[in-house]
């Protein structure tokens, strides 16, 4: 069975970093996509960050320049940078991988940014 988890969220002030990692356990043997998405309280889920080939990352418009995602292949592990936070930066972060055979979901981390 697939099986997504997200780690590294927590409380960090203004301008802050912190690191968030989605392991990724069963049997992924061919990726479409993957990414960072997250939802804020009272907001739609949003994408942050994605993978769509191997050499094409893109971003949200409101986090460029202070994120960065990559991928540990050998561990089917994916990361996210986050510098430079800011409070509206505060929501749960999900994983996700796009496979053929569907879309697999962490069950999130929460970011919260506040002084």
């Known amino acids: 069975q697939v099986q997504l988890v997200e780690s590294g969220g927590g409380l960090v002030q203004p301008g802050g970093s912190l690191r968030l990692s989605c392991a990724a356990s069963g049997s992924i043997f061919v990726i479409n996509a993957m990414g960072w998405y997250r939802q804020a309280p009272g907001k739609e889920r949003e994408l942050v960050a994605a993978i769509t080939s191997d050499s094409n990352t893109r971003y949200a418009d409101s986090v460029k320049g202070r994120f960065t995602m990559s991928r540990v292949n050998a561990k089917n592990t994916l990361t996210l940078q986050m510098n430079s936070l800011k409070p509206e930066d505060t929501a749960v972060y999900y994983c996700?991988?796009?496979?053929?055979?569907?879309?697999?979901w962490g069950q999130g981390t929460q970011v919260t940014v506040s002084s």
């Open positions: 996700s991988w796009s496979t053929p055979l569907g879309d697999y």
